[in-house]
């Protein structure tokens, strides 16, 4: 008997214990994410007014004075008008805790709202007011960020341009860092609105819940429209051009909020060569000529979209071990794949990839487009050596950060992990000038466990056939090619759990 | 022994907070004289009514070397409710008032007062706290409501007698309520900052005979439920006979932690959080990377990297005065050298590890 209970004993510990850690670090590894109460209704300040008092203020230029006094003891359901012409501040145009207001100006032309002498403030912030809406005006000169919302809901931002006098030279990376910044907001409707010369972003929707985006314009700015963090996220026809990077859609580790249900369709994302001119932050990482990056983000369909001209490459595919820290421990959402991504329908002008980083590549400040250069360099030396020409980096770069673990280091570092785990599928991408081939990386193979790849290590890579480029006509062994999927489809946008004005 | 143990949840105490809480609201006037609660305004010194209570702080915030004169008045036969971590409950019609002055001589921090530039008010209406500043005029005889707020330019020699000038910055009533906030989901309340047991918990300075401020406020029959003992106290960040980590963390918690706690905005969107009491290193910084700093972490990858200042974006941000990179976001003109270098010495003492 006793015998038996020891058997039993050892058996459990070498069998069951294992098994037990495993379930655990399985179960660990799945992705939490935060269930939503969302409203039923997008109720603007229209509609949140309609039934209450509501008054209308008009001011001029020469009574910026009073007009701050009015906005710092603001009642609700107040619609402020601003004349045209110049409106100088010394201060923040700011509501804070107060439900039902507009803001609005007589055209994104003619009211100008200056804040070049404001001091260390965003141009216009909002804070805990729900039903805002802002319309028909001009930021300039914000210290910070031009239109900063914080923490509200139900928050219109129509036909709006925010911009900086510095367009050239060292001037520029004093500009504010956002151009427009919604960041934990429910229910936004961002329209219209130009920004340009912004030094970290230009149209930013971050720790948002249900975000409708179009029909803005982002050029001049570091990165031009950026989503983050964002669930429910509907982006299209805008025009995303001139700026160093076009479109990024990523999640921050640590952060609540896991993105996911994101369409982007119908935009146009190209050009985007301007040389960095960030002064400091992650952003200023960014080569210059990435037309999209997808860093940490799931369940996204990109559609209808034209690309081309990008000089590094058309679209990036990273998973945020590469973008934002390789530890673990510091994703405790677990939201550091990117993976679910429904490329489909796109159109590819061509001209991308023919220059990465513009051919000034700066390993301190731009270490990935580094990367980049060296491996899609060593393919050409590799595709030489068979009598091929050289060819531009792929329209697709895939950095193939795939997951897989083993039971002693739960790393994707540590094994290249052959196949389309991230759900990487496209699908008739082949309606421009140019049949886009997809770039695999193959990262964890590349590094081979050294912390950084070497000359040895990527040519070894490519010669054994880990890193390498897939073009339209492959067939990946592990299924499909890059036009029918590697081995997947299926994304469906759930659709907005609300209904916004004018759709 | 029952009893005694329900003392230890102190609102339960044996003497109840009369909070008048029918208390009507209290008119906004356009001067800070017609208010009544200075008997005497003069040019180098205000005196309250002998209701007012002064108090200080264990360690104050920082705002711009400017001296303060932080006064609580409550209504008649009313007092305020102990709360061991939260701020105390103060009736209806309570005013807490902060008045700023310029220190006499700028350059070298020193002397009694110079120009007196505002008195801050939080007015507990039934509403909720109401905050607005009161602008001195150029003879400190009396202070005009300022909504909006001011921009007041200060010039003064430094001690190498170079000309130095800044901008001091009198908050409107949303900047108020950008640090004087507290979060339920999405709506927002204002709420005061200081007056806290871990920031009170001192002995009181203005009086010959020394008692703690806590005991004075009760024996003036203004605090019920002050329990006999296991009050938490913060350090003095300047009291360099204390711990450095106690310092640091004191200072943090009234500085930032208004904003850089669970139910504000700089918690809810970085995940730092700079309580006294948070006991989790990666979230007050450790090894942490930003939440949303943008450019604003100055290019370093982590909040606090142990052992290494210079590398941690929470000494950069507190060093710069850079607008788009400077902590707090309002508050500060400039840089408080003592105060950054201690978070320096605080980062420094940790046992260096690096970041992964």
Known sequence: MKNVNRKLLVIGTIVLLPILYITFLYLSRMEKRTDLVFPKTFSSSEIYCNDKQSKKLKFTPAQTKELQTVLNSLEECTTVELTAGTFVFNNSVSISSVNGITLKGAGKKATILKFV????????????????????????????????????????????????????????????????????????????????????????????????????RAEYNVMGLEIENTINADVYENIVTNNTGGFLAYDLNKNTIVSRNIRVYKNKIMNNNNPNFA?????????????????????????????????????????????????????????????????????????????????????????????????????????????????????????????????????????????????????????????????????????????????????????AGYTRVYKISDTPSYGGSPNNGFDCEGFKFEGMPIEFPGT | MISFL????????????????????????????????????????????????????????????????????????????????????????????????????????????????????????????????????????????????????????????????FNYSVPSRNQCASCHQAYEGRSQSIVPIGIKARHLNKDYSFSADKVNQLEYMESKKALVGLPSFGIPKLADASNTNESINDRARAYLDINCAHCHQASAAGGINSKLILSYNESDSSLFGVCKTPGSAGKGGGGLRFDVVPGKPLESILHYRMATTDPGAMMPQIGRALTHVEGVDLIYKWIEAMESKSCP
Request: net charge negative; aromatic share 8%; glycine share 8%.
């Open chain 1, 117 to 216: 002498e404001a001091g260390n403030v965003n141009g216009v912030d909002v804070e805990a007011s729900n039903s805002f809406t802002i319309r028909d005006l001009k930021i300039l000169d914000s210290p910070k960020n031009g239109l900063e919302i914080r923490l509200s809901e139900n928050i219109i931002i129509d036909n709006i341009e925010v911009t900086w006098s510095a367009t050239s030279g060292e001037d520029m990376k004093k500009n504010g860092a956002y151009g427009v910044y919604p960041v934990n907001v429910v229910n936004v409707l961002l329209q219209n609105t130009d920004t340009f010369y912004a030094s970290d972003a230009g149209l930013y929707v971050g720790q948002c819940i249900n975000a409708l985006v179009r029909y803005n």
């Open chain 2, 6 to 165: 329900v003392c230890l949840n102190t609102a339960n105490c044996s003497s109840k907070a009369n909070l008048n809480l029918d208390g009507k609201a209290i008119k906004v006037h356009d001067k800070i004289s017609q208010y009544g609660l200075f008997t005497e305004i003069k040019s180098e010194s205000l005196t309250s009514v002998s209701t007012g209570i002064p108090y200080d702080l264990n360690t104050p915030l920082f705002s711009d070397y400017t001296r303060k004169d932080r006064i609580i008045f409550l209504p008649d036969g009313t007092n305020m409710a102990y709360n061991s971590e939260k701020e105390f409950e103060l009736p209806i019609g309570s005013i807490i008032a902060k008045t700023f002055s310029l220190p006499e001589n700028f350059a070298t921090k020193s002397g009694k007062y110079g120009k007196r530039l505002e008195t801050r008010l939080l007015i507990h209406q039934p509403q909720g706290w109401f905050a607005v500043s009161y602008l001195w005029n150029e003879l400190n005889t009396d202070a005009e409501i300022a909504y909006a707020g001011e921009s007041i330019p200060v010039v003064y020699k430094d001690e190498s007698g170079n000309k130095q000038s």
């Open chain 1, 279 to 463: 002064s400091t932050g992650i952003v200023k990482t960014v080569p210059a000529g990435i037309g999209m990056v997808l860093t940490s983000i799931r369940d996204i369909e990109i559609y209808d979209n034209e690309f081309g001209s990008n000089n590094s490459t058309d679209i990036g595919i990273v998973s945020g071990l590469v973008s934002e820290t390789p530890n673990f421990s510091e994703w405790p959402m677990n939201n550091w794949r990117a993976y679910n991504i429904y490329l489909h329908d796109n159109s590819f002008g061509g001209g991308s990839g023919s220059a990465v980083d513009n051919g000034k590549t700066n390993v301190t400040d731009r270490p990935l487009g580094v990367l980049v250069k060296l491996v899609n360099d060593a393919v050409n030396t590799f595709n030489a050596s068979k009598g091929l020409k050289p060819e531009p980096v792929p329209n697709i770069m895939y950095d193939g950060v795939e997951p897989g673990f083993t039971i002693l280091a739960m790393t994707t570092w540590f094994g290249n992990n052959p196949g389309n785990h991230n759900n990487i599928c496209l699908k008739n991408n082949n309606k421009g000038k140019e049949d886009p081939s997809i770039f695999d990386i193959n990262l964890p193979a590349l590094l081979n466990n050294s912390e950084d790849p070497t000359d040895e290590s990527i040519k070894a890579s490519v010669e």
